[in-house]
């Protein structure tokens, strides 16, 4: 696998709505492997290849990752700022960030009170969102000439190997787009049935919403999300709390709070990796959603499924994934998409 492409993924800021430097990537790394590559009115990206005259089988991974919205500039030059997703404001505490701004980023802190001149009350409540501020350490003349209302912040964080793992910011949903990108590339050179249309999607975090425009465009037969999972396979949670493991391999969704897979789908994956021999889990995640639900709900409605990346320490800039469990979801895409016309047979 190509993980320098997923560090460059991870690292590339893009929060919802401004996700032009991801998509980038995704048009540097598919070109001369598809036969047609656009940007859509709201900023998905739709690569397309062709088939043997199969469905329309549509792949959805998103491109934006959490982040910020700039709202006020106060009068020592400390910028507000709205969130775009969301957010657990402890995981904000002593951060790095970056504005972006139309001349160019700016790094930054979070700031906050500090614990020695907090009240006694103070200090029992959790943090807020509002108890933050970004300090670029400029004057507020050189903050005034430089950030502007709507300027965007996404977090600062370098990807890393820790022990067996793959730690960084922004991994949800960048392992999936990855995972979607490395397929499509091994798809290139194998040839499939289906007409497939692997979209980067925008807007996600803020509630499907390139997925669903693209699904309405493109009216898939068959649906596959890519999209990372929380396990939930740490201390402190009880075994049957747990929704999947991290090394364990690819997560095959049955549902979550926003779909119901269809089992005609859930099968398919199942019996693959089976029959491949691809290390898989069963996963039911009680809250959170994908773009698996918009390819299922708009369009003509979708055999939809999901293949999911097991993840911990989920919207944070430690989020943490299995290099096993990566590759394990890159073979088990190809290979369901290989047969996936067989759902419509």
């Known amino acids: 696998m190509d993980l320098e492409l997923l560090r460059e993924l991870c690292e590339t800021g893009g ?7 991801v998509a980038k990537l995704v048009y540097a790394t598919l070109r001369g492997h598809v036969d047609s590559i656009e940007t859509d009115p709201i900023g998905n990206v739709i690569a397309y290849r062709k088939g043997s005259g199969g469905p329309k089988l549509m792949l959805a991974g998103h491109m934006d990752e959490i982040g910020f919205i700039v709202t006020h500039v106060d009068e020592n030059g400390f910028l507000r700022f709205n969130p775009l997703g969301g957010f657990d404001p402890k995981t904000l ?43 670029l350490g400029l004057s507020k003349e050189a903050v005034d000439e430089k950030v502007a209302v709507g300027d965007v912040v996404t977090r600062e964080r370098a990807m890393v190997r820790i022990g067996s793992m793959i730690n960084s910011k922004s991994l949800d949903n960048r392992a999936g787009l990855f995972v979607m990108l490395e397929a499509v590339r091994r798809l290139a050179t194998m040839g499939h049935t289906v007409e497939l249309y692997a979209v980067a999607t925008v807007q996600e975090e803020l509630g499907l919403r390139g997925a669903q425009v693209a699904a309405s465009r493109i009216q898939p037969q068959i649906g596959i999300g890519l999209d990372t999972t929380i396990a939930n396979d740490v201390p402190g949670a009880q ?18 709070s926003s779909v119901v897979c269809d089992p005609r789908m859930v099968d398919l994956m199942r019996r693959t990796a089976q029959r491949y021999s691809i290390p898989h889990q069963m996963e039911i995640l009680p809250r959170g959603g994908t773009d698996t639900a918009a390819m299922q709900r708009f369009g003509q409605g979708a055999i939809t ?41």
């Open 15 to 21: 929060v919802p709505g401004r996700e032009e430097r």
């Open 93 to 135: 505490t002593a951060q790095r960030v970056v504005v972006h701004t139309a001349s160019g980023d700016l790094p930054g802190v979070m700031g906050s009170k500090p614990i020695h001149i907090m009240t006694e009350e103070e200090r029992k409540q959790p943090p807020k969102l509002e108890d933050y501020f970004i300090d």
């Open 239 to 256: 075994p049957h709390e747990a929704v999947c493991k991290l090394g364990a391999g690819a997560g095959i969704k049955i549902m979550d």
């Open 305 to 345: 499924g999901c293949i999911s990346i097991p993840s911990r320490y989920v919207h944070s800039v430690i989020e943490m994934i299995s290099e096993h469990d990566l590759a394990a979801a890159v073979d088990l895409l190809v290979a369901v998409v290989a047969d996936a016309h067989t759902l419509l047979a």
